[in-house]
Nanobody, 119 residues
Framework: QVQLVESGGGLVQPGGSLTLSCVPT????????MGWYRQAPGKQRELVAT???????TYADSVQGRFAISKDNMRNAVNLQMSNLEPEDTAVYYC?????????????WGQGTQVTVSS
């Protein structure tokens, strides 16, 4: 079964930047939506950003203007550029790929990568 492999997490100071990447272990067809979610300790998983197959991006209000989601069609990858990071951005970040409902399974998650923003 296809797996999503994330990379790029780590420790960064407030105001710093990180770029996360997510690549599937096999080519995935008809991915209609790619996204990044995050889960902080003691909190529910929340949406950070999504990008459609056509390239339309949406963002959570808390990251608007600081984060940028993009996709690399050649690598079937999705990236999240994070700048001006704040301690409140500390969380485990997960990528997500969704395919049409006639695929089974059609909803894939990465294993998560830790982002810690601290001085």
């Amino acid at each position: 079964q296809v797996q999503l492999v994330e990379s790029g997490g780590g420790l960064v100071q407030p105001g710093g930047s990180l770029t996360l990447s997510c690549v599937p272990t096999e080519t995935m067809l008809e991915v209609k939506l790619m996204g990044w979610y995050r889960q902080a300790p003691g909190k529910q998983r929340e949406l950070v950003a999504t990008i459609t197959a056509r390239g339309t991006a949406t963002y959570a209000d808390s990251v608007q203007g600081r984060f940028a989601i993009s996709k690399d069609n050649m690598r079937n990858a999705v990236n999240l550029q994070m700048s001006n990071l704040e301690p409140e951005d500390t969380a485990v970040y997960y990528c997500n790929y969704k395919q049409p409902s006639y695929y089974s399974p059609n909803d894939y998650w990465g294993q998560g990568t830790q982002v810690t923003v601290s001085s």
